[in-house]
Nanobody
Framework: QVELAESGGGLVQVGGSLTLSCEAT????????MGWFRQAPGQQRQLVAT???????NYAEHVKGRFTISRDNAKKTIYLQMTNLAPGDTAVYYC??????????????????WGQGTQVTVLS
């Protein structure tokens, strides 16, 4: 079964930096768009950044210039480098991936998979 696992979350002081990782495992045929989303308590989950297989990126306005998304296709892993963190960045960060599985020799339809999330807390 396909799984996404985030890591790298934790406590950080305002203005600090943190890098998150997300690795996809399982019998995978291909991964198209991957991205990071975040959700604070009582709020909607919101886009942080996405990255295509080509490396093309898209960022939410509130993280432009501060966060950088990247991917390593061989490792089936994406990263989120976060700098100049502020209290407003405090949230659970989730990894998402558009994945086509290989199941008993057959391809699945492309499906969005989500990780369990990793907590990022910025202290002021």
């Amino acid at each position: 079964q396909v799984e996404l696992a985030e890591s790298g979350g934790g406590l950080v002081q305002v203005g600090g930096s943190l890098t998150l990782s997300c690795e996809a495992t399982g019998v995978i045929f291909s991964i198209r768009t991957m991205g990071w989303f975040r959700q604070a308590p009582g709020q909607q989950r919101q886009l942080v950044a996405t990255i295509e297989m080509t490396g093309a990126t898209n960022y939410a306005e509130h993280v432009k210039g501060r966060f950088t998304i990247s991917r390593d296709n061989a490792k089936k892993t994406i990263y989120l480098q976060m700098t100049n963190l502020a209290p407003g960045d405090t949230a659970v960060y989730y990894c998402k991936a558009d994945i086509t599985r290989l199941d008993m020799g057959k391809l699945s339809t492309p499906t969005d998979y989500w990780g369990q999330g990793t907590q990022v807390t910025v202290l002021s």
